[in-house]
């Protein structure tokens, strides 16, 4: 009997779904991230435990064919320094919209920053590490 598994993370700009599922009680302490954040792909430490703050707004992200991806659990930063290892990208829309890279790799979009306050890592596409 073969045990089923996960799909290992792809390379090349394709971005894996997270390791673990959604779960509040897991992740989640006074609205704070209790993990440490990671990239899927390679991974680098992003944000450290209790930076980013749970919040659940539908945004579109771009998958790694260019379409658009609804997504809703994010992490809201409040400051781009708190990450430990990202990158943004240039500006897209009239500079009200910039996408977050991991630091390391540079595969994939992570989330994205609106009007350069509203900064928002993607549940989804990130691992948590104790």
């Not at 450290?48 to 609804?70: F, I, N």
């Not at 990450?83 to 009200?96: A, E, H, K, L, M």
Request: aromatic share 6%; proline share 4%.
């Amino acid at each position: 009997m073969t045990e089923a598994s996960s799909p290992a993370p792809t390379v090349a700009g394709v971005v894996a779904k997270a390791v673990i599922p959604w779960d509040a009680d897991l992740l989640v302490s006074d609205g704070s991230n209790t993990k440490r954040i990671s990239c899927i792909l390679c991974s680098t430490k992003i944000l450290p435990a209790h930076k980013g703050v749970y919040t659940q707004e539908p945004q579109t992200l771009k998958g790694s064919d260019g379409s658009d991806v609804d997504e809703e659990h994010f992490w809201h930063v409040k400051d781009m320094w708190d990450f430990d290892n990202i990158g943004f990208s240039r500006s897209q829309d009239d500079n009200t919209l910039r996408y977050l890279t991991c630091g390391a790799c540079e595969q994939g979009i992570l989330g994205l920053q609106r009007n350069e306050k509203r900064i928002l890592l993607c549940h989804s596409r990130v691992k948590y590490i104790d």
